[in-house]
């Protein structure tokens, strides 16, 4: 398989956490020119509002870099007046600029050829006892998602959903709450977003959150890193958990995903298009040593039931010389 492999832009950039920030501030221009130095890179996930000063001057850099637009994410935690809740705001004003933000992008999606936008609430939510009435914070999220993916039909709201952070606890938080709140909106351009390194901090296995969302029909796009379970450190895919990364692909293959594989790894310390370089070929070659093993035998050994025969035939596969 030849993945369509993308990167979140603002990442070849300065990035941040609670203690340093890291990297040089590029300017739009600069952060374009440094993806297109990635290998195989194919296209950028834009964020809104941040990447889009001018939509035109957009549109001219995707087409001088040869890139297409993975999907636009739309960011409702960033800017101080979101900081308290943005579908979710006690504010009214702001649950309605958090719907208003929703739209543009899905709208600029559609100018821009693409028909996803991703979006991951993450100041949705409270951080102490007490803080917020749970079932006003739901209907209000619930309100305000269908109200935004009702603007238009050709364009996909894919929710990517995360345990904690920036809030100590985020109300749209595991694949299963994802799909609860689309079941309940009710339309069909509505999917989910699998943040590898999400599912992993949630204590979620990654294959089987894969075959969960396809089974409903919601899988809309894959964002690949890793970490260590207990935060989420957007390292490298593969680096920590390497047998959940090849089981993923297995599901992946399992259900026919054909969508893209976007890079949310923070670089931090390292140089960004290195570490994008290094998350293709580790996508890339997912999918090589998937076609080595052998799926449909590796399907048969699990259908099998005996789990000591199938993982000492992946761990032979693994082990062999190429």
Not at 185 to 190: A, D, E, M, V, Y
Not at 195 to 212: N, W
Request: aromatic fraction near 10%.
């Amino acid at each position: 398989m030849n993945p369509k492999f993308s990167v979140i832009l603002g990442l070849m950039g300065s990035v941040g956490d609670r203690f340093a920030t890291y990297g040089d501030k590029q300017s739009l221009a600069d952060l374009f020119e440094l993806a297109s130095r990635v290998e195989g890179l194919a296209g950028v996930e834009l964020v809104y509002p941040f990447n889009f000063p001018d939509v035109e001057e957009v549109k001219r850099l995707l087409e001088d870099h040869t890139l297409e637009t993975s999907a636009v994410n739309v960011n409702v935690k960033a800017e101080p007046k979101f900081h308290r809740g943005s579908f979710t705001s006690i504010d009214s004003e702001v649950r309605a600029e958090a719907v208003h933000y929703l739209k543009t992008g899905m709208d600029l999606a559609a100018d821009l050829g693409s028909n996803l936008v991703t979006i991951c609430p993450l100041a949705d939510g409270h951080d102490y006892p007490f803080e917020v009435d749970y079932g006003q914070v739901w209907r209000w999220l619930r309100e305000g998602i269908g109200e935004a993916a009702s603007h238009r039909s050709d364009v996909t709201v894919s929710l990517e959903y995360k345990r904690s952070e920036t809030r100590t606890h985020c109300v749209l938080n595991t694949a299963a709450t994802s799909l609860h709140l689309i079941n309940q909106i009710g339309l069909p351009n509505l999917g989910v977003t699998i943040d590898l390194g999400h599912a992993l901090y949630a204590s979620e296995i990654p294959g089987q959150i894969v075959a969960l969302l396809d089974d409903a029909d919601r899988l809309s796009l894959v964002h690949v890193n890793d970490n260590y379970r207990e935060f989420d450190w957007d390292m490298l895919p593969g680096t920590v958990n390497l047998w959940d990364w090849l089981e993923t692909f297995l599901y992946l293959d399992e259900v026919g995903y054909d969508g893209w594989f976007t890079s949310d790894v923070t670089p931090a310390r390292l140089d960004p298009v290195r570490v994008a370089d290094l998350t293709a070929k580790m996508v890339r070659d997912a999918w090589r040593f998937l076609e080595k093993i052998g799926p449909e035998e590796l399907r048969r050994l699990i259908k099998a039931g005996d789990s000591i025969e199938t993982l000492a035939y992946v761990q032979d596969r693994l082990l062999e010389s190429s």
